[in-house]
T-cell receptor, first 112, second 114 residues
Framework: GENVEQHPSTLSVQEGDSAVIKCTYSDSASNYFPWYKQELGKRPQLIIDIRSNVGEKKDQRIAVTLNKTAKHFSLHITETQPEDSAVYFCAALAGTASKLTFGTGTRLQVTL | GAGVSQTPSNKVTEKGKYVELRCDPISGHTALYWYRQSLGQGPEFLIYFQGTGAADDSGLPNDRFFAVRPEGSVSTLKIQRTERGDSAVYLC????????????FGEGSRLTVL
């Protein structure tokens, strides 16, 4: 089955700096890669996703890049703000599968 | 409803007891998922329903865990003879269909087994 690895497990940046979180996946059939943000005690919420037919997608301060050959994808947050502090999860979905496989999460702390 | 609703939000039980966790998905969503999230970990897949049938139950850890969705809407996750290791947040999610993209999660049911 699919295996998703995520790093770093924790990340601290100063407000205004950029943050990058990286994930690798094992199943070359995976074709959908979402990123979820989870605030403490809250539900995971989708912030951005990318499908395997594109290499990059951007939505305001967040962007995701995908390298299918290397089987890795990354989340980029620019101009970080305190409200960006949360745990971020990457995930992968194989076209033949029915379930998302999640990474172990990255706790992002944006300091003033 | 407007979102995925899960009850109870918190459940404390004793080892060996039986527990039921309920999920009410977004109206019209045919796909329903149960995930389990332990502290400091990502959501771990348990079971997926497409309509009334369990299309993939490969994530259920053992036969103490069972889930139903009799009318293709509300689902119940049932845990028999609970163990301390079952303590976690049980998340339910729904989507418009398998492989269609975004999962909409509920707030979860936090289960504590003493």
């Amino acid at each position: 089955g699919e295996n998703v690895e995520q790093h770093p497990s924790t990340l601290s940046v100063q407000e205004g700096d950029s943050a990058v979180i990286k994930c690798t996946y094992s199943d070359s059939a995976s074709n959908y890669f979402p990123w979820y943000k989870q605030e403490l005690g809250k539900r995971p919420q989708l912030i951005i996703d990318i499908r395997s037919n594109v290499g990059e997608k951007k939505d305001q301060r967040i962007a995701v890049t995908l390298n299918k050959t290397a089987k890795h994808f990354s989340l980029h947050i620019t101009e970080t703000q305190p409200e960006d502090s949360a745990v971020y999860f990457c995930a992968a979905l194989a076209g033949t599968a029915s379930k998302l496989t999640f990474g172990t999460g990255t706790r992002l702390q944006v300091t003033l | 409803g407007a979102g995925v609703s899960q009850t109870p939000s918190n459940k404390v039980t004793e080892k060996g007891k039986y527990v039921e966790l309920r999920c009410d998905p977004i109206s019209g969503h045919t796909a329903l998922y149960w995930y389990r999230q332990s502290l400091g970990q990502g959501p771990e897949f348990l079971i997926y329903f497409q309509g009334t049938g369990a299309a993939d139950d490969s994530g259920l850890p053992n036969d103490r865990f069972f889930a139903v969705r009799p009318e293709g809407s509300v689902s119940t996750l049932k845990i028999q003879r609970t163990e301390r290791g079952d303590s976690a947040v049980y998340l339910c999610a729904s989507s418009t269909g398998a492989n269609t993209g975004e999962l909409f999660f509920g707030e979860g049911s936090r289960l504590t087994v003493l």
